[in-house]
C-alpha cells in the first residue's frame, strides 16, 4: 500500500512539471472587509471601505500586486483621482489628499463633519500600530492622468471638474488647481442618488427610482435632459455607444422584486428608451467593452454577454465558482471585486478569464 501511495505522488509530481501549475498570487489587505467601489489611475489601484477607508495597491504586475497603504477613513463611499491628488469623501465632508513619497498628507478638508480620519494603521492581525500612515512601494503616476471607476463609482473627473454624489445631488467641483477644489454648483437629482458614469458629453446616475442623464455642455452645471423611471432600485448603469445597461436586484432595500437586465436606447438622451429586459440572477455590478458585457452576480458568480444585439443579450459563458459585484474593464484586464476580496483576472480572451492574483 505505501508503494502504492508512493508511485501515486510521483505520478502527481510529473504531471505538475509537464503541464505546469501556478498557484495565483494572493496577498492580505489589511482591515479590506466592505469594499464598494474602485478607482484605477494607471497601474493604482484604489478600493473604497467605509469600515476601514481607502485600500491601496500597485498593480503593474497583476501576477503579483502589492500593497500601497491605507488611508483609515470611516464612512468613506468613493474616491476619484488626478494626478497624485486623491479626492475622497468621509459622511458629508470632502478630503483633499496628496499622496507624496512613502506616506500620504491630507491637505484640504472643505464642509468639516466628524468624524474625518485616524491616523491608524491595520496590521496584518487586525491589530493597529502607530501613526506612520506609510506606504509599502512607492508610486509615480507615469503621466498626468485621471482615475476610471467601477460601476459603483460615485465620484468621476473630466477635464478640469470633479463631479461626486452627494445623498440627493451632484456636487460639481473646479479642480484647474487639483490641490484647491472649489464648489461651483450643486444639482438637485432625487433621494436618493447610488451611481456615477460618466461619459464625454453626459453624466449618466443611477438612483432608487430610476436612471437620470444630464448634459454637461456647460461644465460646471450639469443638466437633467432625460430619464428612466417606473422601477426601484439601487443598482448601476454603464455606456456603449448609444445604450445603456442598468441592473436591478430584487430583494434589496431599494423596493426592487426583479432580477433583471436593462437595455436602454439612449441615442437620444432627451427620450430615452427601455429596448430589452433580460432576466438574470442577482446581478449586481457590471462592465462593457463595445459589445462584450461582464455582470456581476453576487454568490452566483459572474457572466458575459454579447449585446450586439443590445435589445436581446446573448450569454456567451458564466462562472460561479466567487461571489462578484463589480468590475473595471482595462485592455486585456478584469479587476473584479468580490463582496470581501478583489481579483485580478487576464481577460485577453474574454470568454476564458484566468485569475492571474488575489487581494484577500
Sequence with gaps: MKKFKAYLIS???????????????TITSPGLTEPINMTLQDTLLLVSDPSTGIHIYDIGNPLTPEFVMNIPLRGNRGTAIRDD???????????????????????????????????????DRGGMWGCACSRQSEYSPASPSSG??????????????????????????????????????????DWSVETLFP????????????????????????????????????????????????????????????????????????????IGEKPIKTPYGL?????????????????????????????????????????IWRDGLLIAMGFRDVRLYDVSTPAEPILLSHID
Excluded: Q
Design 11 to 25: 505520478i502527481m509530481v510529473l504531471v505538475v512539471f509537464s503541464v505546469g501549475w501556478r498557484v495565483p498570487w
Design 85 to 123: 491628488i486623491v479626492y475622497a469623501n468621509v459622511y458629508g465632508s470632502l478630503l483633499v489628499i496628496r499622496l507624496k513619497g512613502n506616506s500620504y498628507e491630507v491637505i484640504k478638508t472643505i464642509n468639516e463633519v466628524e468624524p474625518i480620519y485616524d491616523c491608524v494603521v491595520m496590521d
Design 148 to 189: 476610471v471607476g467601477s460601476s459603483y463609482a460615485t465620484f468621476a473627473v473630466i477635464g478640469s471638474f470633479l463631479y461626486y454624489l452627494d445623498y440627493s445631488s451632484i456636487v460639481t467641483m473646479d479642480i484647474s488647481t487639483p490641490e484647491d477644489p472649489t464648489e461651483v454648483s450643486r444639482t438637485r437629482v
Design 199 to 274: 461619459t464625454e458629453d453626459y453624466l449618466f446616475v443611477g438612483g432608487t427610482r430610476g436612471m437620470y442623464i444630464y448634459d454637461r455642455s456647460n461644465p460646471k452645471f450639469p443638466v437633467e435632459i432625460g430619464r428612466v423611471e417606473h422601477f426601484e432600485g439601487c443598482d448601476p448603469v454603464v455606456v456603449s455607444g448609444t445604450v445603456a445597461f442598468v441592473t436591478l436586484r430584487g430583494g434589496n432595500a431599494c423596493g426592487e422584486t426583479r432580477d433583471v437586465l436593462l437595455s436602454v436606447n439612449i441615442e437620444d438622451p432627451h427620450d430615452p428608451v427601455v
Design 287 to 327: 462592465t462593457v467593452d463595445d459589445v462584450l458585457l461582464y455582470v456581476g452576480k453576487g454568490r452566483s458568480g459572474f457572466e458575459l454577454f454579447n449585446v450586439a444585439a443590445p435589445g436581446n443579450p446573448s450569454s456567451i459563458g458564466a462562472w460561479s465558482d466567487w461571489a462578484a459585484k463589480d468590475f
